[in-house]
Protein backbone atom coordinates (compact mmCIF):
# COMPACT_ATOMS: atom_id res chain seq x y z
CA UNK A 1 0.00 0.00 0.00
CA UNK A 2 1.52 3.20 -0.72
CA UNK A 3 0.88 6.54 -2.25
CA UNK A 4 3.95 8.87 -4.11
CA UNK A 5 4.72 12.10 -3.30
CA UNK A 6 7.37 14.94 -3.94
CA UNK A 7 9.81 16.42 -1.09
CA UNK A 8 12.47 18.82 -1.63
CA UNK A 9 13.30 22.39 -1.92
CA UNK A 10 13.08 22.39 -5.37
CA UNK A 11 10.26 20.79 -6.94
CA UNK A 12 10.76 17.26 -4.76
CA UNK A 13 12.27 13.84 -4.95
CA UNK A 14 9.10 10.45 -4.38
CA UNK A 15 8.10 9.63 -1.23
CA UNK A 16 6.03 6.61 -0.69
CA UNK A 17 3.41 7.24 2.78
CA UNK A 18 3.91 4.15 4.51
CA UNK A 19 3.43 4.38 7.22
CA UNK A 20 5.04 2.73 14.04
CA UNK A 21 1.82 1.05 30.12
CA UNK A 22 4.26 -1.09 30.90
CA UNK A 23 8.01 0.50 30.83
CA UNK A 24 11.28 -1.85 29.72
CA UNK A 25 13.87 -2.84 32.23
CA UNK A 26 16.20 -3.39 29.53
CA UNK A 27 16.36 -3.40 25.94
CA UNK A 28 15.23 -6.94 24.01
CA UNK A 29 17.89 -7.20 21.44
CA UNK A 30 21.37 -7.08 20.15
CA UNK A 31 24.10 -8.50 17.79
CA UNK A 32 26.58 -10.86 17.65
CA UNK A 33 29.41 -10.15 15.13
CA UNK A 34 26.97 -11.14 11.58
CA UNK A 35 24.64 -13.45 13.68
CA UNK A 36 21.53 -12.09 15.71
CA UNK A 37 20.58 -13.01 19.08
CA UNK A 38 17.40 -12.65 20.84
CA UNK A 39 18.70 -11.49 24.59
CA UNK A 40 17.14 -10.80 27.68
CA UNK A 41 13.73 -10.11 27.89
CA UNK A 42 12.36 -7.84 30.54
CA UNK A 43 9.22 -6.59 31.28
CA UNK A 44 6.53 -6.42 33.93
CA UNK A 45 3.59 -7.95 34.71
CA UNK A 46 0.39 -8.00 37.08
CA UNK A 47 -0.07 -10.46 39.01
CA UNK A 48 -3.13 -9.87 41.19
CA UNK A 49 -2.41 -6.43 43.46
CA UNK A 50 1.15 -7.23 42.80
CA UNK A 51 3.60 -6.08 39.78
CA UNK A 52 6.21 -8.66 39.27
CA UNK A 53 9.35 -8.63 36.92
CA UNK A 54 9.63 -11.76 34.25
CA UNK A 55 13.10 -12.31 32.93
CA UNK A 56 12.95 -14.75 29.06
CA UNK A 57 16.00 -16.44 28.17
CA UNK A 58 16.01 -16.55 24.33
CA UNK A 59 18.42 -18.19 21.98
CA UNK A 60 19.38 -17.19 18.84
CA UNK A 61 18.55 -18.47 15.34
CA UNK A 62 20.59 -21.69 16.32
CA UNK A 63 19.43 -21.81 19.53
CA UNK A 64 16.27 -24.14 20.46
CA UNK A 65 13.72 -21.34 21.02
CA UNK A 66 13.70 -18.93 18.02
CA UNK A 67 11.27 -16.03 18.60
CA UNK A 68 10.25 -14.34 15.45
CA UNK A 69 9.85 -10.82 14.50
CA UNK A 70 6.69 -9.96 12.75
CA UNK A 71 5.90 -7.33 10.12
CA UNK A 72 3.33 -5.64 9.26
CA UNK A 73 2.71 -4.78 5.72
CA UNK A 74 5.24 -7.61 4.75
CA UNK A 75 4.32 -7.32 0.91
CA UNK A 76 4.64 -3.58 0.42
CA UNK A 77 7.36 -1.95 -1.41
CA UNK A 78 9.48 -1.01 2.46
CA UNK A 79 7.88 -4.38 4.18
CA UNK A 80 9.38 -6.64 1.66
CA UNK A 81 12.78 -5.38 1.89
CA UNK A 82 12.01 -5.35 5.79
CA UNK A 83 11.57 -8.95 5.75
CA UNK A 84 14.51 -9.77 3.21
CA UNK A 85 16.67 -7.66 5.69
CA UNK A 86 15.93 -9.80 8.58
CA UNK A 87 16.23 -13.08 7.27
CA UNK A 88 19.66 -12.26 5.63
CA UNK A 89 20.46 -11.12 9.57
CA UNK A 90 19.42 -14.22 11.10
CA UNK A 91 16.32 -13.00 12.59
CA UNK A 92 13.20 -15.43 12.13
CA UNK A 93 10.41 -13.82 10.78
CA UNK A 94 6.21 -13.64 11.17
CA UNK A 95 5.15 -11.31 7.68
CA UNK A 96 1.69 -9.96 8.25
CA UNK A 97 -0.16 -9.82 5.26
CA UNK A 98 -3.67 -8.82 4.15
CA UNK A 99 -3.28 -11.04 0.99
CA UNK A 100 -1.73 -14.20 1.45
CA UNK A 101 -1.85 -15.11 -2.58
CA UNK A 102 0.23 -12.21 -3.36
CA UNK A 103 2.53 -12.73 -0.40
CA UNK A 104 3.31 -16.27 -1.42
CA UNK A 105 4.67 -14.92 -4.80
CA UNK A 106 6.66 -11.92 -3.50
CA UNK A 107 8.28 -12.84 -0.30
CA UNK A 108 9.92 -16.27 -0.74
CA UNK A 109 8.29 -19.13 0.91
CA UNK A 110 11.34 -21.92 0.65
CA UNK A 111 12.76 -20.41 3.87
CA UNK A 112 12.38 -21.72 6.99
CA UNK A 113 12.81 -18.50 8.98
CA UNK A 114 9.83 -17.17 7.38
CA UNK A 115 6.17 -17.38 8.33
CA UNK A 116 3.61 -16.25 6.49
CA UNK A 117 0.55 -14.92 8.20
CA UNK A 118 -2.69 -12.99 7.34
CA UNK A 119 -2.97 -9.86 9.43
CA UNK A 120 -5.34 -6.94 8.58
CA UNK A 121 -4.54 -3.69 11.00
CA UNK A 122 -8.18 -2.42 10.47
CA UNK A 123 -9.84 -5.99 11.51
CA UNK A 124 -9.14 -4.70 15.36
CA UNK A 125 -6.36 -5.72 17.99
CA UNK A 126 -7.74 -9.03 18.77
CA UNK A 127 -7.40 -10.86 15.35
CA UNK A 128 -3.69 -8.70 15.14
CA UNK A 129 -3.23 -10.77 18.13
CA UNK A 130 -3.75 -13.58 17.00
CA UNK A 131 -1.58 -13.05 14.04
CA UNK A 132 1.06 -11.70 15.81
CA UNK A 133 1.15 -14.90 18.64
CA UNK A 134 2.73 -15.28 21.58
CA UNK A 135 5.96 -16.72 19.94
CA UNK A 136 6.71 -12.97 18.61
CA UNK A 137 9.38 -10.87 20.39
CA UNK A 138 8.72 -6.98 18.97
CA UNK A 139 6.51 -5.70 16.09
CA UNK A 140 8.19 -3.62 12.86
CA UNK A 141 4.78 -1.86 11.43
CA UNK A 142 5.40 -0.91 7.79
CA UNK A 143 2.20 -0.38 6.75
CA UNK A 144 0.38 2.48 4.80
CA UNK A 145 -2.88 3.41 2.82
CA UNK A 146 -3.39 2.94 -0.68
CA UNK A 147 -4.87 5.74 -2.25
CA UNK A 148 -8.20 6.03 -3.62
CA UNK A 149 -11.49 7.68 -2.78
CA UNK A 150 -11.75 6.43 0.42
CA UNK A 151 -10.53 9.53 1.83
CA UNK A 152 -10.81 8.19 5.19
CA UNK A 153 -8.32 5.24 4.32
CA UNK A 154 -5.15 7.16 6.18
CA UNK A 155 -7.04 6.98 9.50
CA UNK A 156 -7.59 3.55 8.66
CA UNK A 157 -4.56 1.79 8.24
CA UNK A 158 -2.36 4.90 8.98
CA UNK A 159 -3.96 5.76 12.43
CA UNK A 160 -6.54 3.35 13.52
CA UNK A 161 -4.74 0.64 12.13
CA UNK A 162 -1.26 1.13 13.71
CA UNK A 163 -3.50 1.90 17.30
CA UNK A 164 -4.74 -1.52 16.62
CA UNK A 165 -0.97 -2.80 16.33
CA UNK A 166 -0.18 -1.48 19.73
CA UNK A 167 -3.06 -2.46 21.84
CA UNK A 168 -2.22 -5.92 20.24
CA UNK A 169 1.23 -5.73 21.30
CA UNK A 170 0.16 -4.71 24.81
CA UNK A 171 -2.22 -8.23 24.88
CA UNK A 172 0.53 -10.41 24.34
CA UNK A 173 3.46 -8.30 26.10
CA UNK A 174 5.53 -7.81 23.29
CA UNK A 175 7.72 -5.00 24.50
CA UNK A 176 9.72 -3.64 21.47
CA UNK A 177 7.53 -1.52 18.33
CA UNK A 178 9.21 0.01 15.63
CA UNK A 179 7.15 2.46 13.64
CA UNK A 180 8.11 3.57 9.62
CA UNK A 181 6.02 6.95 9.88
CA UNK A 182 7.51 10.03 7.24
CA UNK A 183 9.30 13.10 7.92
CA UNK A 184 6.96 16.04 7.85
CA UNK A 185 4.12 14.49 9.51
CA UNK A 186 4.08 17.49 12.11
CA UNK A 187 4.52 20.33 9.43
CA UNK A 188 2.66 22.63 10.64
CA UNK A 189 4.22 23.07 14.33
CA UNK A 190 7.56 23.35 11.65
CA UNK A 191 5.82 25.74 10.26
CA UNK A 192 6.25 23.66 6.80
CA UNK A 193 2.41 23.98 6.55
CA UNK A 194 3.00 25.61 2.72
CA UNK A 195 5.43 22.73 1.59
CA UNK A 196 4.29 21.52 -1.46
CA UNK A 197 5.02 17.82 -0.14
CA UNK A 198 3.00 18.62 3.15
CA UNK A 199 0.09 19.74 1.08
CA UNK A 200 0.22 16.84 -0.89
CA UNK A 201 -0.35 14.66 1.46
CA UNK A 202 -2.58 15.76 3.59
CA UNK A 203 -4.94 16.26 0.59
CA UNK A 204 -5.00 12.20 0.70
CA UNK A 205 -7.23 12.36 4.10
CA UNK A 206 -4.83 14.42 6.32
CA UNK A 207 -3.03 11.43 5.99
CA UNK A 208 0.16 13.35 7.83
CA UNK A 209 -2.12 13.90 10.90
CA UNK A 210 -3.23 10.70 11.45
CA UNK A 211 0.43 9.84 11.15
CA UNK A 212 0.99 11.89 13.61
CA UNK A 213 -1.57 10.89 16.04
CA UNK A 214 -0.75 7.21 15.76
CA UNK A 215 2.80 8.61 16.96
CA UNK A 216 2.10 9.70 19.76
CA UNK A 217 -0.53 7.02 20.61
CA UNK A 218 2.47 4.80 20.69
CA UNK A 219 4.89 7.74 22.62
CA UNK A 220 2.18 7.24 25.30
CA UNK A 221 1.95 3.37 25.91
CA UNK A 222 4.77 2.21 27.42
CA UNK A 223 5.91 0.52 24.91
CA UNK A 224 9.53 0.64 24.11
CA UNK A 225 9.10 2.16 20.48
CA UNK A 226 11.79 3.52 17.67
CA UNK A 227 10.00 5.73 15.25
CA UNK A 228 11.50 5.96 11.95
CA UNK A 229 10.49 9.16 9.62
CA UNK A 230 11.98 8.67 6.51
CA UNK A 231 12.61 11.18 3.49
CA UNK A 232 11.05 10.66 -0.41
CA UNK A 233 11.16 7.00 -0.85
CA UNK A 234 13.34 5.53 -3.79
CA UNK A 235 13.48 2.52 -5.49
CA UNK A 236 16.88 2.36 -6.48
CA UNK A 237 20.16 0.91 -4.54
CA UNK A 238 21.50 3.49 -1.75
CA UNK A 239 23.79 6.29 -2.30
CA UNK A 240 25.68 8.62 -0.41
CA UNK A 241 25.56 8.26 3.63
CA UNK A 242 22.62 8.39 5.89
CA UNK A 243 21.85 11.41 7.89
CA UNK A 244 19.76 10.74 11.26
CA UNK A 245 18.37 14.16 12.96
CA UNK A 246 15.93 14.63 15.72
CA UNK A 247 11.84 14.42 15.35
CA UNK A 248 11.08 18.05 13.27
CA UNK A 249 14.06 18.61 11.88
CA UNK A 250 14.13 17.12 8.53
CA UNK A 251 11.84 18.99 5.80
CA UNK A 252 13.32 17.78 2.54
CA UNK A 253 15.72 15.33 1.09
CA UNK A 254 15.04 11.31 0.10
CA UNK A 255 17.05 8.14 0.91
CA UNK A 256 16.69 4.34 -0.60
CA UNK A 257 13.83 2.02 0.65
CA UNK A 258 16.77 -0.36 1.54
CA UNK A 259 18.16 1.77 3.78
CA UNK A 260 14.95 2.81 5.67
CA UNK A 261 14.89 -1.06 5.96
CA UNK A 262 18.05 -1.63 7.65
CA UNK A 263 17.27 1.57 9.76
CA UNK A 264 14.49 -0.40 11.14
CA UNK A 265 16.52 -3.59 11.26
CA UNK A 266 19.47 -1.89 13.27
CA UNK A 267 16.97 0.00 15.54
CA UNK A 268 16.21 -3.75 16.67
CA UNK A 269 19.56 -4.45 17.48
CA UNK A 270 20.89 -0.70 19.15
CA UNK A 271 19.27 -0.35 22.95
CA UNK A 272 20.61 3.66 21.87
CA UNK A 273 17.12 3.46 19.39
CA UNK A 274 14.93 2.85 22.19
CA UNK A 275 12.08 5.51 22.58
CA UNK A 276 13.41 7.74 20.08
CA UNK A 277 11.90 9.42 16.96
CA UNK A 278 14.70 9.53 14.31
CA UNK A 279 14.34 11.39 11.27
CA UNK A 280 16.21 10.26 7.75
CA UNK A 281 17.22 10.78 4.31
CA UNK A 282 20.56 10.46 2.79
CA UNK A 283 23.27 12.43 1.64
CA UNK A 284 26.13 12.74 -0.59
CA UNK A 285 28.55 14.98 1.63
CA UNK A 286 27.25 13.39 5.02
CA UNK A 287 29.84 11.88 6.99
CA UNK A 288 29.59 7.47 7.64
CA UNK A 289 28.68 7.27 11.10
CA UNK A 290 27.86 3.97 12.89
CA UNK A 291 24.67 3.03 13.81
CA UNK A 292 25.52 2.99 17.54
CA UNK A 293 26.54 6.79 16.77
CA UNK A 294 23.40 7.83 15.38
CA UNK A 295 21.24 6.39 17.22
CA UNK A 296 22.91 7.47 20.22
CA UNK A 297 23.08 11.29 18.97
CA UNK A 298 19.30 12.03 18.98
CA UNK A 299 18.10 12.63 22.58
CA UNK A 300 14.80 11.11 24.08
CA UNK A 301 11.74 13.27 24.29
Not at 9 to 20: D, E, F, Q, R, V
Not at 71 to 98: E, N, Y
Not at 144 to 156: E, I, R, S, T, V
Request: hydrophobic share 40%; proline share 5%; charged share 20%.
Amino acid sequence: MACSLIFGISPLATLSTTLHFLKPISPVLFSTHNSVSLSQLNFTKMEGTEITEEVTEISGPNGNLKKKIFVAGATGSTGKRIVDQLLAKGFHVKAGVRDLEKAKTSLSRDNPALQIVKADVTEGSERLAEAIGDDSEAVICATGFKPGWDLFAPWKVDNFGTVNLVEACRKLGVNRFILISSILVNGAAMGQILNPAYIFLNVFGLTLIAKLQAEQYIRKSGINYTIIRPGGLRNEPPTGNLVMEPEDTLYEGTISRDKVAEVAVEALVYPEASYKVVEIVSRDDAPKRSYEDLFGSIKQR
